[in-house]
């Protein structure tokens, strides 16, 4: 099995961006975390950020016949962007949306998501843990599928 973990905008921040609301882990860490645990559990991750919607559609496009499933945490472009739910829905390869925030605790403009209808879950509120959360779902539907 082998999945994509995607990361939006401003998710490179992590660890100093607005601690109160996205905690003080870094996205290096998280990333280091969920590879250990993907490890453990027999998963391949792959792990890829970008600030710049145009290189996440095309990671999105590679992703055709290489991997399973995506972990998408698309930042600002969850409510946005069209063009990278044009390209998930072009690959159709499962995913699953998560947040680090509760984006309906928040400003209305996050209450809205390109994504989540088309996701097979969505995961939103609990820190670094909905990396953990989010993987897990994703894992589990795959397994259920392939079953
Ligand atoms: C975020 C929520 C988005 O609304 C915001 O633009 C982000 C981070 C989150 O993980 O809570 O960049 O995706």
């Keep these: 099995m082998r999945l994509l973990l995607l990361n939006g905008p401003n998710l490179n921040l992590l660890g100093q961006r607005e601690p109160g609301l996205y905690g003080h882990q ?6 280091g975390e ?3 645990r993907a490890a453990a559990a027999g998963v391949q991750l792959d792990c890829f950020q970008s ?13 055709i ?4 499933g995506i972990l998408l945490n698309a930042g600002a472009y969850t409510h946005t962007s069209i063009a990278l739910r044009d390209a998930l829905l072009g690959v159709a390869i499962p995913y699953v949306e998560l947040h680090l925030s509760n984006t309906h605790a928040r400003e209305p403009f996050r209450h809205n998501s390109f994504l989540a209808d ?6 939103s509120g609990f820190g670094p843990f909905s ?5 897990d779902g994703l894992l589990n539907h795959l397994r259920r599928a392939a079953a």
Excluded at 26 to 31: A, H, V, W
Excluded at 118 to 123: N, P
Excluded at 131 to 135: G, I, K, P, T, W
């Design 131 to 135: 990396y953990d959360l989010a993987f």
């Design 118 to 123: 088309r996701a097979v879950g969505v995961v």
């Design 26 to 31: 870094t996205l290096e860490q998280i990333e």
């Design 34 to 36: 969920l590879s250990q």
């Design 51 to 63: 600030n710049f919607e145009g290189a996440l559609v095309e990671r999105v496009h590679q992703a």
């Design 65 to 68: 016949g290489e991997v399973d």
